[in-house]
């Protein structure tokens, strides 16, 4: 068995650009795990030679990586879906955006946080990314990137609500304006803000869902950054036994002052809409960030399959606000446009959840 698994990551890590770290090892180690759960649970057609590798986003060909940002301005070409409840969407991508805002008090500091799966097959940091991103080839503002940093402003950085000083504060970094180059530089930003780090024209609207055409703003942010190193989420999947701690820890600990590795990864883009805890999905990196949560929330679950895939946590609403009964695997998605709404417990395995539809893992 551990020859199998040996050979079958090595064929995995063959087309890597940087060596394996250690989230990358632990990954490697638990696919005899993966493979003894699917001898017990098969899954049809879905096994570890079948299953869709995710890749890293610079293990990508440059037509591969144009291939996705092209398919993301293809979104935005097209008329939104969800524009009579919000006027300010003009796109397809704006609707994920809309869904989002309305979706945030039931999918943050709850159960749906972390079941909801799905996403493009690339992740945003650790390799290189946690200790200088604004170099890292996915916001190098060339061509095969997801755009570059926005231009210099003047900013008071990232409050940190409920942290204890100096952790109250993310510093500023070397953006903050408008980002002027890669495929997004002439992207138009239509929704929001409603929590804003920058000084941002108010939406017309209190619930954000007005139009309020602006630039694509970005602070790539090596402080915030400092937080999501292959130590810091080796740390989170390890040393959390169940999932109320792991999603705890993993999403910050504001009062112990550790900002965690999900508003970690957030801020490292930060800007506008990016930095926008309601709107950060407005920003086309935001979706590479949840996949590598996503990624996180995979390695963690294989290392125990048999208890990790029926294991939920939280209430169903933000931080049990206002009080709200215990999730279950029984609740919906509640994704309106986007999808079916489908029981929480089809979205808790990459391999064979959603009805058969899931079936992939990470590399």
Known sequence: MLLWTTAFFASLAAAQTYPPDVVDQLAAASLSKVKDWLAKNPQGNC????????????????????????????????????????????????????????????????????????????????????????????????????????????????????????????????????????????????????????????????????????????????????????????????????????QTVMEGQFPQGKWGIHAGGHYTVGGDPGGDFYTSPGDPAFWLHHTMIDRVWWIWQIQDLEKRLKEVSMTRTMNNFPPSANGTLDDLSGLGVLAQDVKVRELMSTMGGLMGKFCYIYE
């Open 47 to 246: 096994t570890l030679e079948t299953a869709v590798r995710r890749k890293e986003w610079m293990d990508l060909t440059l037509a591969q990586r144009k291939e996705y940002t092209d398919a993301v301005l293809c979104l935005m070409s097209k008329p939104a879906l969800t524009s009579s409840a919000a006027p300010g969407a003009k796109s397809r991508f704006d609707d994920y955006i809309v869904v989002h805002v309305q979706q945030t008090p039931r999918n943050h500091g709850s159960i749906l946080c972390l079941a909801l799966r799905g996403g493009p097959p690339q992740r945003v940091w650790v390799q290189g990314i946690s200790t200088y991103p604004a170099k890292s080839p996915l916001f190098d503002g060339s061509e095969g990137s997801m755009g570059g940093n926005g231009a210099k402003a003047n900013y008071n950085g990232i409050m940190i609500p409920g942290a204890p000083r100096p952790y109250d504060r993310i510093p500023a970094a070397d953006g903050g304006g408008c980002v002027t180059t890669g495929p997004f530089k002439n992207m138009t930003v239509n929704l929001g803000p409603i929590a804003p780090i920058l000084q941002l024209t108010r939406n017309p609207r209190a619930d954000g869902l007005g139009y309020n055409p602006r630039c694509l703003r970005r602070d790539i942010n090596k402080n915030s950054a400092a937080v999501t190193t292959a130590k810091d989420v080796y740390d989170v999947i390890t040393k959390n036994n169940n999932v109320y701690w792991f």
